[in-house]
Every structure is written in C-alpha cells, then in structure tokens.
C-alpha cells in the first residue's frame, strides 16, 4: 500500500470524532473550571508577550508532555489535512515594521498565514512594538481562521537587538567566550528569552554551537563562542538553560557544525572535510553539550560532510545520514530539527526548492525555514506524501513535534493579549545595558602593549585621535568609543577611514594624528552574510597600516574579527573586541582608562601571533590619593620628591603654638602632595571645656564660607558646562525681580567675582525670631536680597558680598530644576565618596562636629548647626555658608582639582573649566578674584604660594589652598569661633601654617 492509499484511509471526519471522544473522556475526569495538575504551568504567569501563555511542559524534549496536552497534540494532528500538515512545517520571513492594514506586505503576510496554514513565522528587520503588533495580529489571523496558534522565531544571536531596534545590544558570542564565564552566556541567554517572550517570540535560532577552528571561516567568526569545542559546548549549554528558562525554545546551530568551512553557505555550500574522528572530538562535541542541557531544536547546515555522506555534493540539510542515522539515532536528540533558510546559496543554487524541502523532511528536518516561493514548496510537500516520495509518518512526525512545541509553550491554551502600553515593563530594561558592560569588561582582551601605553590616565593631559577604519564604504561608528573616553580624557577628536576615503584625506588624517599623544585605530571588520571573506579591504587595511607606523603611541582594536590583528604589527598595543556594541565599546574606554582590569583572553588562535587563551592581564588604576602604609604603590609615596609626614614638623609645631595660646581649641588639617595624602592630623582638644575630647581627624567642621567655592562654585562650573547656566547673562534673566538702579547690568559673573555693586552682609537674621523660622524666612530674606540696593556699579567695586552668592544659589536652583543642595550631593559629593558633607548633618554626627560659637540671637552654644545667622535664618541651607564636611572629604575635593576635575575614575568638571574658573581675572584691576575662587595674589596675604594657587577661607576658621605648580593642597579646619568671634589669631596662624608646608615642599625642588 503506497502512502497515498494510506492517507485516505483517515479521512478527516474518522479524526474529528476521535478527538472529541478524548475530550470528553478529559472533560468527565476533570469537572469545569479545573485543570489537571500535570496543565497547570510551570511558571508563574505573567505578561510576557503580546498573546501571554505560561509553559505547559519543560521545553526539553526529553520530558514528557502533560495527557492533556499531549492529546491536544493528536487531536488536532488527526483533525488536519494533507495541505495542513505541509503548512505546519514552514516557516515564512516578517518584518515587524509599521504597514498600514492595506498595505502591501502586510497583506502577503496575513495571506499566507490564511491560505498555506503555516507552522509559523521568523521575524527579521523590526521594532519592539511595531513586532508586537504584528505578531499579535498575525496570530489572531491564525486563530480566526481556526488554525493552531504560529510559532514565531528570531536570531537573537547576542540578544534581541541582534533583530529588534530598541533593544540592548549584547556583546557577541565570541566576547562572552573571552570572559572564560559561562553565567556570561547563561545571563545573555536568559535576557534574550525574556525579550523573546515579550515581544510574542517563542523561539531564538541561538546559541551557535559552531567551533570557529577556521580563521578564515567568512560566516561564523565572533558568532561563535570560540575555537574549544569544550568552552563552545559549554557555553552553549549555558545560554540555552538560561533562554529556556526564560520560556523560549533554544537552536543549537549550525549542525554538524560551520566552524572549520572557507565558503559561506548563504553564498555556496562549503565541504567539511574533516575524517570521522576529527568530527566526533571537535565539531560535535558541542552539539553533544547542548543535547545534554535539553536544547529545544537544531539547525542544520548547509553544507557537505563526505566523512559521513560519502558525497560532495549533498548537503548535511538533505542527509538522511546526518539528519537521523547521526543526529537523531545516534546522539538521541528529541527536539526539533530546523533546517536553516532554504533560500541560501548553499542550497538555492543546487536544489530546486522545492524538492530541498521533500528531501529536507525526508532526511529527519521537521521545519523547513524561509523556503523560496513557499506556495510552491507547500504543494510539493503535498505531491510527494502523495506519490510517496515523502512517507506520510515522516510528515506526521514532523508536524508532531511541532504541535508538541506550541503545547509545551502552552501556546494551545486560551491567549490573553497583554497590553502594549506594558512593553516597557517587560522588554529590554535599561539595566540590560549594564550588565552587557560588565560581561564586555571581562571580555575586552590585550594583546600587546609594547610601550606601556596603558592606562591613559584620565589625571595626565591627552590628546586623542580615534580613527575608525570600516570595512565598507559607510563609516564605522565610534561615537561610543570617542564619547566614553571623552568623559575622562575630554580632549577626545574622532576620524574616519572607509572605502571612499581618498588618499589627500587620508594626508591630512595622517597630519593630524602626528600631533595626537594617543591614536586609537578602531578596526571593523565584521560577519556579514553573502561575503567572501572578513576582512579588511586592500585600501582601508594599507591606510591603518600607514596609520599604526606613525611615531606615535598606536592601539590598534579590532572592532568584530579579532584576526586582522595580525595586519598590523607595527601598532605600539593592540586590543581585541571581538564586535563594535555600545557597551562593548564602553567597555573598551573603560579599560583604557584603568578603570577596570584588563582580563579577557582570546577564545580563539590568531595564526603565527598569539595562542588560544592569551591576554595580558593589567589590575585597575589606583587613581584616588595615595595613603602611606595603606596604598598599592609605595614606590611612589616613597618617592624623595614627596613630603613625608617629618617634613611638616614645623607646621604641626606652629599650629601647637596657636592651640597652647588660646587661638582655637584644636585644629585638623590634611596636606596632599604629589597625589599623596602626606597626612591627616589633628591637634587640641573639641572645645575649651573641661574634660573636653581630644580633636578627631574625622572631626565635621561648619565650613562657614567655603560652601562658597566647594558647593556653590562647583555647581555653577558645572551648570555652565552643561550650558544650564550663562555667566554673561544678566542676573534679570533668572530673577525678573532684581530690578532698578542699575541692577539690569549686573551678570552671574559679576556675582561670583563679588562685583555686583550689592552690599558685603546685611543682618538680616535680626528681624527674624529663631524659635519661628520656616520656609517663608528663607523667601522672605531673598526677596529682600532682590530689593537691596547696589552699592556701586557693577564691575566698578570689589565687595566680598555674601548676598551676592545667596542670590547665585537662588539662580542656581532656577537654571537646574531643582534645589542646588540636592544637585551637589548627587553630582559632586556622591561622586566623590564625600559621605561626610552635607547640609544640616544629623544629630547622629554631633559628637564628632566641634562647637563654634555663644550666639547672642540664638541664646546658645551653636553645636551642630550652621554657625552663620542668615543662613540658619534660612534652614541651614544657603550658598554662601552651611556646608558641613571633614579635612579627609576636602582632601579628595582639592585633589580632584588638582587631577584636572577627576577623582577615582569619575569626572566631576572638565579640565578646561578649572583652568578658566581659577584664573585671576583681574577685575576691577587689582582684584585678587577668580570665578568664585581666590587667588595667591602677590598683594595679599597668600604670597607663600605660586601665583598658579587658588583656594579660599572662611569665617569660622576654615581654608582650602591648592597650589597646582607644587602640585600641592592644604586644607585647614578649626573652629576658631569658639567661644566668641573675637578671637583673631587665626589670620596668623594660617600664614605661619601653610609658610611652613610651602618651605618643606620648596626644600624638595
């Protein structure tokens, strides 16, 4: 009896009825409104998809389906036809792009979804919601047409952005190999799941399983997690138990394995000529570790493999020997067979497709992707079931693993549309972005560093060129790479050299990178489908060589093929990436910098250069002060051109002198030099009690006007960094009430040079009870600030005015948006790791905070809170006094200024910017004023430092000086103040101090 006879034999009314009567025979045994325990889900339900359904089953195929499901799965086998079968085993591509509901392609889609009752679809091109959409359109097509629910599949190869627009890119299989962590891939696997299922994805055609052993291979390189079949198998393995738990099938591909091929299938079918044992321990290998982690289905590959055919020309896709006698028989795989896209060269060119497709099924595949002219495919399925070419069984059990699959993605089930005003909550969340850092982190590989070029360290001044070489006539893009580096190196230049670049261009790119310190050459040779080779082009690859033999510092990073490393010896270092992400290139910045270790190996042999698990290993640059005894490099705190602690014998001498002659109870100070914190101690006792504790070094100090130049100052720098703030705009723009007699020409600027023409102080605080101040006191004395009149004409006079910088706060909260107190704390001090400055300390803090002052108005000992009255009539909160901080926060504020704005890897201001900011500006003539700051002005009082210094007092006893000339900070903290402002001494003892620091440095020179 042919097949065809068979098939008749079962016409569709027989299945109908013996479904219903398994039906029925569920329906007594369980009552309405229950399910029996093996139907219930897995996993808790939750909106993962535009049609939301929970696992059934286990998406390993080794598991067995729940009786109900696995009835549903014959019934509705029973209940097709011959035309419906053959529908169910292809797959058509879809694009999840906005088309109008008459729209051409959007018809063809749903019309082959209606007419050849497909088993489901691929999604290529799209974006996240216009994906959702459509694949929860075309699912209610299949379900009105009565039709089981479609499969929907997609390469996710390194996450859903690999297809999906929006989505976080992930470093490619490859960088994951290199970070030798298979939770790498297990974590990327997973996320790429999640993606899926909320997108209405069930299936992710990853992890490729491929041994790339070929450096020459055009179509696998960085797709594949390396060149060990053991770490390939691993890490595949990993990825699939991450991408099933999240609810998504997993492909193990390409099968037998593409790894070890010099043609790309899409263009021509390559020959894996390997003998049988070659085969077994390394192309294998792999396939054997995901069969093992329970992957849902296999791809196969277009391609030969004679040591199993005996046959050139036959494709492992074709082959009954690869498909069952190896795949199925001998390394037991249960799951899925795919086949990949039919329409590829390696097929196309040689089969009609056709008769691919019958042979496909018949060799073992039970889902033949993307066919060519899929009404033709479909019919021919049905012409050999029917003559017999094509057994019935075959087809049957084809389509039964794929009804098994939409079963145990409990796609058979009754689908509730999740909305997709929800997406965000559920697809492709911003930590992704994060954590694809980190897994490029541990990825990003050295491998040459002749010269010592790294780490460029953000506290040197750079000059860089990044030049990003591209592999084909459109640009490479290194914004991410340029941007990254510039937020900690700023004078950051980005170039381009691509297929139309020119040879005058290139002179002049040539020109400009001699007078760079550093030349990043960021290389993108990339995978491609349909290409001959991964490579750089003749022309590009000689101009990079030109590039890398310049007397310049060269690093070299290979943006995608780690091999073309080798097309450029000449290169000072050289970088593997192994693709060209945003967080891949963040990392890459990361890394050169020295903020992160450099600890990726190369997951694969770069021929006659470097070994299969290379990578030179650098730790993270310690880039915060140095702590004699404590740091990691005592070489340089040992350094003779350091101040050591028995250098400032006589500045510690004379602050004694000052304690023993009643200038002020006690003192803390913190000298750094050299990047050095040389030292941190105190002297004297918290207060002139009896009894009274010794001073802390941690003691936190009411730094009275320093707010001025540590919050305020700093806050407009950046503020006018980020363009929120104009200097030279008139003080009117953000106050329309600072008004009248000639208050239109006062600027910010004026303001922070103390040129305003406002008055120095009023005693506002008098008119105000302090048992009876609120939020109205502080608006009240700041409309009274706007209604003083000036005193001179702005820029003529300089008066050292506190309302002047009250005002700035005031103006500060208008140009941000919010209070300046919370900006400084989330912008500079949380940065910085001052957890010891603030506003306002709490009462917790009290036992370290020295007392200052008997204050009249207030009828005490202030103790805890801002000694100034105006800013305490204001709640503490002002921008001109109530920063409270210690010497050892300060320290890291002044050595920060003295890096040129960084601390520790984190970039506060720009180089530039200080510069401009600490410069005397010699306005009215004389003045001794920076732009917030004060100056060592040979007129004054600080002619012990270089006319290079800057820094600024204040009234309770406190001062910062920073001589960058001597690359040298003093901070000085007392509370000279206690117990009466009357006690003056502390003029001389900050000279005698900070004379005596400057000669121990001097003595040095």
């Known amino acids: 009896m042919n097949q065809s006879s068979t098939a008749n034999l079962n016409p569709r009314g027989l299945y109908i009825v013996s479904a219903l009567m398994v039906m029925l025979g569920l329906l007594a045994l369980f009552p309405e409104g229950s399910l029996p325990p093996s139907a219930q889900p897995i996993n808790k339900p939750g909106n993962q998809g535009p049609q939301v359904a929970s696992l059934v089953a286990s998406l390993d195929p080794r598991v067995a389906l729940p009786p109900d499901a696995a009835a549903w799965v ?172 999240s609810g998504s099938m997993a492909t193990a591909k390409h099968f037998p394995g593409h790894g070890d091929t010099g043609v790309d299938s899409h263009i021509d079918m390559p020959v894996l000529r390997v003998d049988s044992q070659r085969l077994q321990a390394v192309e294998l290998a792999p396939f054997r570790a995901a069969i093992e982690a329970g992957v849902s289905s296999i791809m196969t590959a277009h391609l030969s493999v004679p040591a199993i055919t005996a046959d050139e020309h036959l494709p492992a896709t074709l082959s009954h020997a690869v498909l069952t006698d190896l795949l199925r028989n001998q390394l037991d795989f249960k799951g899925l067979v795919v086949t990949d896209a039919m329409e590829m060269g390696g097929i196309n060119r040689h089969w009609w497709s056709g008769q691919a497709a019958v042979q496909a099924l018949a060799a073992g595949a039970d889902m033949v992707l993307l066919p060519p002219f899929p009404n033709a495919v479909r019919d021919a399925i049905v012409r050999a079931v029917e003559s017999g070419e094509l057994s019935a069984e075959r087809l049957d059990a084809a389509v039964r693993l794929v009804l098994q699959y939409k079963a145990r993605l409990g796609l058979h089930l009754s689908l509730a549309e999740a909305s997709l005003a929800d997406l965000p909550n559920r697809f492709a969340p911003a930590s992704d972005a994060l954590r694809a850092e980190e897994v490029g982190v541990a990825a990003v590989t050295l491998l040459r560093d002749r010269n010592e070029i790294f780490p460029l360290d953000a506290r040197d001044r750079h000059r860089v060129l990044v030049v990003g070489i591209s592999d084909t006539d459109a640009p490479v893009d290194v914004t991410t790479l340029s941007t990254s580096l510039r937020e900690s190196l700023e004078d950051v230049t980005s170039r381009s050299i691509d297929g139309r670049t020119n040879g005058e261009e290139v002179a002049a790119l040539m020109a400009e990178a001699s007078r760079a310190s550093v030349v990043v050459m960021a290389v993108r ?43 450029f010896p000449d290169a000072g270092a050289a970088v593997a990436a192994y693709g060209w992400s945003q967080p891949l290139q963040r990392a890459l910045a990361s890394a050169f910098t020295g903020k992160t270790t450099w600890d990726g190996q190369l997951p694969v ?56 002659s009643g200038g002020f109870p006690g003192a803390v100070y913190a000298v750094g030099h050299r990047n050095v914190l040389v030292e941190l101690g105190s002297i004297g006792n918290m207060s002139y009690e009896v009894g009274a504790a010794p001073m802390p070094a941690d003691a936190v100090f009411d730094l009275a006007s320093l707010t001025k130049v540590i919050a305020t100052t700093t806050i407009a720098m950046k503020a006018v960094e980020s363009g929120r703030l104009r200097l030279d705009y008139p003080v009117q723009a953000y106050i329309p009430g600072f008004i009248g007699g000639g208050k239109e020409a006062v600027t910010v600027r004026d303001l922070l040079l103390h040129v305003s023409g406002l008055p120095a102080y009023i005693r506002f605080f008098l008119d105000y009870d302090p048992e009876q101040l609120g939020p109205s006191t502080r608006v009240d004395i700041l409309r009274r600030i706007e209604n003083t009149a000036l005193e001179s004409v702005a820029g003529e006079r ?28 989330r912008e500079i001090f949380g940065p910085l790791g001052m957890t010891q400055t603030r506003w306002n300390p709490p009462e917790e803090w009290l036992g370290k905070i020295p007392p200052t002052e008997q204050d ?144 121990a440095v001097d003595r040095l020179r």
């Open 74 to 245: 014959e019934s509705t086998l029973a209940s097709m036809t011959l035309e419906q079968r053959a529908g169910q085993v292809m797959m058509v591509r879809a694009f999840g792009e906005y088309y109008a509901a008459d729209a051409a392609q959007r018809l063809r889609l749903t019309g082959m979804v209606q007419s050849l009752e497909l088993g489901g679809v691929i999604l290529f091109r799209s974006e996240a919601y216009e994906a959702a959409a459509l694949i929860a359109d075309l699912q209610r097509t299949a379900t009105n047409f009565g039709q089981p629910p479609l499969l929907v599949a997609a390469d996710f190869e390194w996450g859903a952005e690999f297809r999906v627009g929006g989505a976080v890119p992930y470093p490619t299989a490859m960088a994951v190999g290199a970070t030798g962590n298979i939770k790498a891939a297990e974590w990327m696997g997973r996320a790429s799941g999640r993606d899926a299922r909320a997108l209405g994805i069930h299936w992710i055609f990853a992890p490729v399983a491929d041994v790339n052993s070929n450096p020459r291979n055009p179509v696998i390189n960085v797709r594949a997690f390396g060149e060990n079949p053991d770490q390939v198998g691993r890490f595949a393995a990993a990825f699939i138990s991450g991408a099933q738990a």
């Open 525 to 567: 040779a990339r995978v491609r489908s349909n290409q001959e080779k991964i490579t750089l082009p003749e022309k590009q690859q000689r101009y990079g060589q030109m590039l890398s033999s310049l007397d310049v510092p060269v690093i070299m990073v290979a943006l995608g093929s780690p091999y073309v490393v080798g097309a």
């Open 605 to 660: 042999t770069v021929p006659g250069v470097y070994p299969l698990g290379f990578g030179i290993k650098k730790p993270v640059l310690d880039a915060a002060l140095e702590v004699p005894g404590l740091d990691t490099n005592p070489e340089q705190s040992e350094s003779p051109e350091t101040l050591t602690p028995e250098d400032l014998s006589s500045a510690r001498d004379s602050l004694q002198q000052f304690v023993e």
């Open 798 to 825: 300089y008066a050292y005015s506190d309302l002047g910088i009250i005002l700035l706060g005031e103006i500060l909260d208008r140009a941000l948006g919010e209070s300046y107190q919370a900006h400084a704390m």
């Open 856 to 999: 009249p108005w207030r009828g005490r000992m202030v103790h805890g809170e801002v000694h100034d009255e105006n800013a305490a009539a204001m709640g503490g909160v002002s921008s001109h006094a109530g920063l409270f901080s210690t010497a050892s926060d300060l320290a890291v504020f002044s050595q920060m200024l003295l890096n040129g704005g960084t601390y520790d890897h984190v970039r506060v201001l720009r180089r530039s910017t200080i510069d401009r900011w600490t410069r005397r500006q010699n306005r009215p003539e004389g003045s001794s004023r920076a732009i917030g700051w004060d100056t060592a002005h040979p007129s004054q009082s600080w002619t012990m430092f270089s006319e290079a210094a800057f820094g600024h007092t204040g009234f309770t006893g406190t001062s910062v000086w920073i001589d960058p000339n001597r690359d040298l900070f003093v901070v000085l903290l007392t509370n000279r103040v206690h117990p009466t402002r009357e006690n003056t001494q502390i003029q001389e003892a900050r000279i005698a101090f900070h004379r005596a620091i400057v000669e």
